[in-house]
Nanobody, 122 residues
Framework: QVQLVESGGGLVQAGGSLRLSCAASTLTFSFYTMAWFRQVPGKERDIVAAISSRGDRIYYGDSVKGRFTISRDNAKKTVTLQMNSLNPEDTAVYYC???????????????WGQGTQVTVSS
C-alpha cells in the first residue's frame, strides 16, 4: 500500500508563501498520479492541483491557477505544492493523494495523507 505524509503547513500572512511537501512510502511512487486537495469544515474536499506520474500533465484549480505550483521528484518520492500570494480563502486542511491513473476526481483517489493545516491570516 501507499502511505503519504504531508508537511509544511502552518500560519502565514495574506500575500505570503508556503511550501507543502508530501513524502510517499512506496517503491512504485513514480507510477502514481499525485494530487493536492483541500477542505474546510462543512465544505467539499476540492482538488487544488494534480500531476501525472511523469510530470508531463499538470492541472490546477481555477482558484489557485497562477499562484500555486505542483511539482514532483520521483527519485526522492515527494510531491511539492508551492503556494504563493496566499489569501484567507486558501485556509484549509491540505491533503496529499495518490492514484494509479491520471484523474481529477476526488473519489478516484485511493490513497490519502493525514492532512496538514494551512491558515492564512488577513
Amino acid at each position: 500500500q501507499v502511505q503519504l505524509v504531508e508537511s509544511g503547513g502552518g500560519l502565514v500572512q495574506a500575500g505570503g508563501s508556503l511550501r507543502l511537501s508530501c513524502a510517499a512510502s512506496t517503491l512504485t511512487f513514480s507510477f502514481y498520479t499525485m494530487a493536492w486537495f483541500r477542505q474546510v469544515p462543512g465544505k467539499e474536499r476540492d482538488i487544488v492541483a494534480a500531476i501525472s506520474s511523469r510530470g508531463d500533465r499538470i492541472y490546477y484549480g481555477d482558484s489557485v491557477k497562477g499562484r500555486f505550483t505542483i511539482s514532483r521528484d520521483n527519485a526522492k518520492k515527494t510531491v511539492t505544492l508551492q503556494m504563493n500570494s496566499l489569501n484567507p480563502e486558501d485556509t484549509a486542511v491540505y491533503y496529499c493523494a495518490a492514484d494509479w491513473t491520471y484523474t481529477l476526481r476526488r473519489t478516484d483517489y485511493d490513497y490519502w495523507g493525514q492532512g496538514t493545516q494551512v491558515t492564512v491570516s488577513s
